[in-house]
T-cell receptor, first 113, second 113 residues
Framework: GDSVTQMEGPVTLSEEAFLTINCTYT??????LFWYVQYPGEGLQLLLK?????DKGSNKGFEATYRKETTSFHLEKGSVQVSDSAVYFC????????????FGKGTTLSVSS | DGGITQSPKYLFRKEGQNVTLSCEQN?????MYWYRQDPGQGLRLIYY???????QKGDIAEGYSVSREKKESFPLTVTSAQKNPTAFYLC????????????FGPGTRLTVT
């Protein structure tokens, strides 16, 4: 079935460092792609999305580009802040389950000042 | 404000008891979902519903049951047949269609002893 693979964490960075979190997926169709963020003890919040090939999603300094040829949707930010410390999930939509999403294990980001 | 609510935030039960987790949304979304999250794991789909009076099993439906009698509500019952019910449960809703993001509730942490 469809699946998603994220880079293992935790990722530990100093404030103002560059961030990349890799995400690749397998899909039989053409999924929409999402990045969600989860702060401790909370639900998930949408960070950004892309719904077709070559689309770039962006929000709060984070960016990700839908790369159909490499089935990837890597998350990047040029300068991280302590407040970006959280768990990040890459999630393609699942054509086989209505509009449900497929989640990987998530990548924990820890930013120190 | 529109949103999705889950209650209670923390729930404690004895082994062998059924327990029902509440999920309500006022976003006028047709689709609703239940996910389970275990420490260090991603989210796994339990059940989803695309429309009132209809729902489908997700990847880990065994030991769980749902109902969808109203558009706004999608309660999840964790039955005594669920072998490892202690987890963080997240409810979400969305418009129908894979291009639409899901909105998540704050989650319910269930502990069964």
């Amino acid at each position: 079935g469809d699946s998603v693979t994220q880079m293992e964490g935790p990722v530990t960075l100093s404030e103002e460092a560059f961030l990349t979190i890799n995400c690749t997926y397998t899909a039989t169709g053409y999924p929409s792609l999402f990045w969600y963020v989860q702060y401790p003890g909370e639900g998930l919040q949408l960070l950004l999305k892309a719904t077709k090939a070559d689309d770039k999603g962006s929000n709060k300094g984070f960016e990700a580009t839908y790369r159909k040829e490499t089935t990837s949707f890597h998350l990047e930010k040029g300068s991280v802040q302590v407040s970006d410390s959280a768990v990040y999930f890459c999630a393609p939509s699942d054509d086989q389950a209505g509009t449900a999403l497929i989640f990987g294990k998530g990548t924990t980001l820890s930013v120190s000042s | 404000d529109g949103g999705i609510t889950q209650s209670p935030k923390y729930l404690f039960r004895k082994e062998g008891q059924n327990v029902t987790l509440s999920c309500e949304q006022n976003l006028n979304h047709d689709a609703m979902y239940w996910y389970r999250q275990d420490p260090g794991q991603g989210l796994r789909l339990i059940y989803y519903s695309q429309i009132v009076n209809d729902f489908q099993k997700g990847d880990i439906a065994e030991g769980y049951s749902v109902s969808r009698e109203k558009k706004e509500s999608f309660p999840l019952t964790v039955t005594s047949a669920q072998k490892n019910p202690t987890a963080f449960y997240l409810c979400a809703s969305s418009l129908r269609g894979t291009i639409y993001e899901q909105y998540f509730g704050p989650g319910t942490r269930l502990t069964v002893t």
